[in-house]
Every structure is written in C-alpha cells, then in structure tokens.
Nanobody, 116 residues
Framework: QVQLVLSGGGVVHTGGTLRLSCEASGFTFRDYDMTWSRQAPGEEPEYVAYVERNGNTESADSAKGRFTISTDNGNNRLYPQMERLVADDSGLYRC???WGIGVNAWGQGTRVTVSS
C-alpha cells in the first residue's frame, strides 16, 4: 500500500523558513519521480516543484530561488524546503508520486500558514 506522509507544516512568520518531510512507503522510492504541490484556500492545487529519480529538480517560477526539493533514498524521504516565506505561500502542501499527469498517489498533506 502506497503511503506518503508529509509533515512539518505550521504557522511561520513572513520571511521565515520551513522544512517539510515526506515519508514514503509501500513502493521503491528511488524508482519514482516525486512532486510537491500546494493548494491555497479557495484555489486549485498548483505544482511547486518536482525531483526526478536521477536527482534533477525543477520548480515553478513562484518557487524559484526560495524553494528547494531534495531526496534521501536511503530513508525513503522527500524534503521540500521553503525560505523567505510570504503570505501567498500559505496553503495545503502535498507530496505526490510521479510528475505531471503521471502522478498516481498523493499524501494527505500538511498546512502552512504564513503570518505577518
């Protein structure tokens, strides 16, 4: 059974940093691309960044220079990190297995609130 548990969210002040952790189980983590998304209140989910199985990463324009994504294949974990947070970064963050239309599993997510 595929499970993706993203933790590390919470309330952070504007300009702060959060490091999330996505623990994967039920599949061979190193064999998959992984995706990170967010959904702001009242909005559709949007892609934030992804990491390919070979370690290459890509991020959305809104995340470039502030958000990074890395993996620890030995521990089956994905580490999305956010810096210089602003109010528009608030939302429900999720990790997913796959990329784009190939995402076939999502975790429940963790909520991030950026306050001034």
């Amino acid at each position: 059974q595929v499970q993706l548990v993203l933790s590390g969210g919470g309330v952070v002040h504007t300009g702060g940093t959060l490091r999330l952790s996505c623990e994967a189980s039920g599949f061979t983590f190193r064999d998959y691309d992984m995706t990170w998304s967010r959904q702001a209140p009242g909005e559709e989910p949007e892609y934030v960044a992804y990491v390919e199985r070979n370690g290459n990463t890509e991020s959305a324009d809104s995340a470039k220079g502030r958000f990074t994504i890395s993996t620890d294949n030995g521990n089956n974990r994905l580490y999305p990190q956010m810096e210089r947070l602003v109010a528009d970064d608030s939302g429900l963050y999720r990790c997913g297995r796959g990329w784009g239309i190939g995402v076939n599993a999502w975790g429940q997510g963790t909520r991030v609130t950026v306050s001034s």
